[in-house]
Each structure stands twice: as structure tokens, then as C-alpha cells.
């Protein structure tokens, strides 16, 4: 069965989108309840409010304690430069400034989507991210039941210092070139990797469980899916 879902009732899809945000990082323990709260109240809906932004997803990891992820399909990486957004990196919020302190292990990239499997898909359960040593490894086999895309970083795109970076006290990682792996089926999704490793030579991979989903006209998960 091809990578195909129906959309969640209220959830839109977009035109393809060619770029992608993709943050992971871990949060200091005490302040976890803190870090959710402001993601769900304030930060996501403060990134889907820029023009370019399209979806944005974020997640959990399956086997990892306090360590999240978050993904924001873009119309392209150049969207990370427009003065929109750039005027909230250089303006954070009262609750951006007392959060961001306690990130650890930051990793942020601007990305261009090299390859997609299936665009447009719905968000479903489960995400694994693989890091790739040569970024024109591009897969070329169906995928059965999952989405995979390949993101590559663009480091200008992703931009420097900027007084909300600052605020994490030390510098972000850009990561190397990685795989995204998406399905409803845990099972799949791990399988799909394990191929991937194989064939492509990736690595690491990290697992992760969605936890929200805002894409325009939609601000809710569908009912299955866990919410915080």
C-alpha cells in the first residue's frame, strides 16, 4: 500500500513544499512542563503565522527522555530569510526569553527537500530522523507505508547569530544532510530505516511519536492521536 492517509478532519494540505525547519533538542528536566506549554501556547502558532510557513509538526522521542523535535515545512529555505521572520528571531517573546536558556543539544537547519516520497501526506504517528554522510545518496525504491524525504542543510539559509539564539547560550548544531522516515506503523517505519541504513549508508537513527500538528485552517491533532 502506497504512503497515502487521509487528511484529518479540519487539516489542509498544501502545495508541495521544498523547504523544511527542522529543530531537535533536549530541555532540562524541570523545566519540561514549561517547554510543552510554550511550544502548544505560543510557538508554533507564532511560526505558522509567517507567509512561507506551511505546516508545522512536533514530536517526541520514543527512547529518549526530555528530548523533542519539531518540523516546519516551508515554501522554500529562503523563507528563513524574509524580514518576517527574522523579526521574530531579533524581537523573542517574554516566554521565549525564560524557556530558551534551558535548551541543551540544539540542532537547527534550514533544509532544501531533495527527494519526497509522498508529498502532501497528513501527519501520522511516527517519525525517524538518520543522519546521511553523502547527500547524494537519494533514495530511489518504493516506499510502502511510509514517507521518506531527504533534507539537505543549507547553512546560509539557516543564518547566525541572532538575539533569540543568543538566548540558548551556546551554538547551535547544523546537522548533516539526514532521511526523515514517516508512518502510522511503528513497524514500517523502523523496517523502512533499517533498509535505509543498509543501502545508504545512514546512521542513527532516533525515533520520535507526534505529539501536535498545525497546518492553516487546522489547529488540532485528529482524536487518535495524542495530545499533550
Known sequence: MRATRAHPRGYHARMKATGLLA???RIAP???????????????????AIPGFH?????????????YAAMYELEGPGV?????????LANPTPRTRSIMPHFLDMNRAACAVAFDSAPGMAPVRHLAILALNDASAVPTEPFDEVRVRLAVPDVAATGGTTPEQQLRGSTDRVPPPFLLVEGESERAVSA???????QLGAYAPRSFTLL???AHGATSLPAELPQL
Open 30 to 48: 524541570e523545566h519540561e512542563a514549561q517547554f510543552n506549554a510554550w511550544y502548544e501556547a505560543e510557538h508554533l502558532d507564532e511560526r505558522m
Open 55 to 67: 505546516s508545522a509538526r512536533r514530536y517526541r522521542a520514543s527512547r529518549e527522555p526530555h528530548a
Open 80 to 88: 528563513l530569510q524574509t524580514p518576517a521572520y527574522l523579526h521574530l
Open 23 to 25: 529543530v531537535w533538542n
Open 192 to 198: 523502512c530505516y533499517a533498509r535505509l541504513c543498509a
Open 212 to 214: 501536535s500538528a498545525r
